[in-house]
């Protein structure tokens, strides 16, 4: 009826809901913890030390589970889903209330950064790695994966509009009541989206009574065992295509993060309020996340004839060009300035939203080479989180520890600054990381995707037969 692909629908509906919390936690948790609860250098660097160890090693340990558990809930994707819903939705809403009024430096707040990122993570882990195991598993043929990614686009243009209007409602958390709340109705929202893929989305494998993944029927009893585990682990790592998409995929979560954590930040110093007035900022950083999905759905014909790699190639290129061109222009112009860092986000956040595509050719090269009954689609994006992840610390970590060698922790509010001088130090770091970091972060990017092999699944049939 009407045309609807009901399992897309379903696929993508767990995206809609995710696009809705994870935008806003991306765009907001720093500047929250940074600015408002005044956490001290130390504990944020603490914090992201332990944060960037869980997200390393709760993907691959999720995705082993989930495609060697016997327990319906872990193995069944749809199940997974259903049941880890309404606890990510929980766990979103552990950063915004305080949980007493933090004074400066306050170690507590400390804590809360530390259990806000990991219980909100692992939340993350255990729904998203079993979408993305959908993804690869509900059908093999490209044509129906660029539906998926069209469906999935769709949904993640609506659900990271939240950001535009987390940022109307709030006037970008200036009023911290209505942001809260705002969040809480954000959270009821995205739980109700992902239970619906709970409930209705199918997949071919969620009919098996286990999950064999063995090259040769090993027996369901060796499962769960560790030989097993560093076996299929070895396999995997010894892909030749994996391992470069993962170098390519570490840089591209760094500059990901890079720019949803400290765009914010950047806009409010660099960008005066009188050239572009609080509003307008809230919509350039809604922009910043609808634009990717307009973007990629846009884009649909040139994944048809071109191929993935291309695509995400030459976006590297522009990314590259456009920060070199704006270096060279300078800060002084503040609406190219904030045209470029409106397209820098929509570009980075595009092409990552390719990455299923490249990670479930790689699904199909595993499952055709070792001959294996059901693909490792969780081991597979898991062992991926496993090297790409520690990138989202790195970022934080990294910006935040040069913005304050150069005062930033004393110049966070620019009204109230009188020393000129230090201001205008901090700005031009600030230009600087702007520019040279898509610069660079691209420029290696280029060099680690060139060599990849699997560049025409897009004209060829699906690898192995559905069933």
């Known amino acids: 009826m009407f045309g609807i692909h009901h399992n897309a629908l379903a696929y993508a509906m767990t995206t809609l809901g995710a696009g809705m919390m994870n935008s806003i936690f991306s765009f907001y948790y720093v500047k929250l913890f940074l600015n408002k609860y005044k956490i001290s250098e130390g504990a944020f660097h603490q914090s992201q030390v332990v944060y960037m160890i869980w997200n390393a090693v709760n993907d691959p340990l999720f995705g082993y589970i989930q495609d060697n558990s016997r327990v319906p809930c872990f193995s069944k994707r749809r199940l997974s889903i259903l049941y880890g819903a309404p606890f990510y939705a929980l766990t979103f809403l552990l950063a915004w209330f305080p949980w007493r009024s933090y004074e400066a430096g306050d170690w507590l707040s400390g804590v809360h950064l530390i259990v806000t990122l990991c219980a909100f993570d692992g939340m993350l882990t255990f729904v998203l790695l079993a979408q993305c195991a959908l993804f690869a598993e509900i059908s093999t043929h490209h044509e129906n994966r660029l539906t998926l990614i069209k469906y999935n686009q769709v949904a993640s243009l609506i659900g990271s509009s939240s950001v535009l209007f987390c940022g109307l409602v709030s006037e970008n958390m200036e009023n911290f009541g209505y942001f809260q709340s705002f ?12 239970l619906y893929t709970g409930f209705h989305s199918l997949s071919p494998y969620d009919c098996l009574g286990s999950k064999g993944t063995g090259e040769e029927g090993q027996g369901d009893e060796a499962a769960l065992s560790l030989s097993s585990v560093f076996c299929m682990t070895k396999q995997i790592l010894t892909q030749k295509d994996f391992m470069i998409f993962v170098t390519m995929n570490f840089f591209q979560v760094f500059l990901l993060a890079f720019c949803n954590n400290f765009t914010m930040i950047f806009a409010e110093h660099l960008i005066p309020q009188n050239v572009l007035p609080s509003f307008v900022k809230s919509i350039m950083y809604g922009a910043g996340f609808i634009c990717p999905q307009l973007l990629v759905l846009s884009s649909q014909n040139l994944l048809r004839t071109l191929g993935y790699y291309r695509v995400i190639l030459f976006t590297f290129y522009v990314e590259a060009g456009a920060a070199a061109v704006m270096f060279l222009l300078g800060p002084q112009h503040y609406y190219i300035l904030a045209l470029f860092l409106t397209g820098n986000m929509v570009l980075i956040q595009a092409s990552f939203s390719l990455f299923n595509l490249p990670l479930a050719d790689i699904i ?4 055709y080479k070792h001959k294996r009954s059901t693909p490792l689609s969780s081991m597979v994006f898991g062992t991926n989180a496993l090297f790409t992840k520690p990138a989202q610390s790195l970022a934080p970590m990294l910006v935040v520890g040069i913005l304050n060698q150069v005062g930033y922790e004393k110049l966070k509010d620019i009204a109230a600054v009188s020393d000129k001088g230090s201001l205008q130090e901090l700005h031009d770091v600030m230009f600087y990381l702007v520019c040279l970091v898509p610069v660079c972060v691209a ?10 092999s699997i560049r025409e699944s897009h004209t060829v049939d699906a690898k192995y037969i559905e069933t």
């Open 183 to 194: 969040t809480v109705v954000v959270a009821v929202l995205a739980c109700t989206c992902m």
């Open 443 to 452: 420029a290696l990017q280029i060099l680690a995707w060139t060599p990849y």
């Open 364 to 367: 199909d090269a595993d499952l």
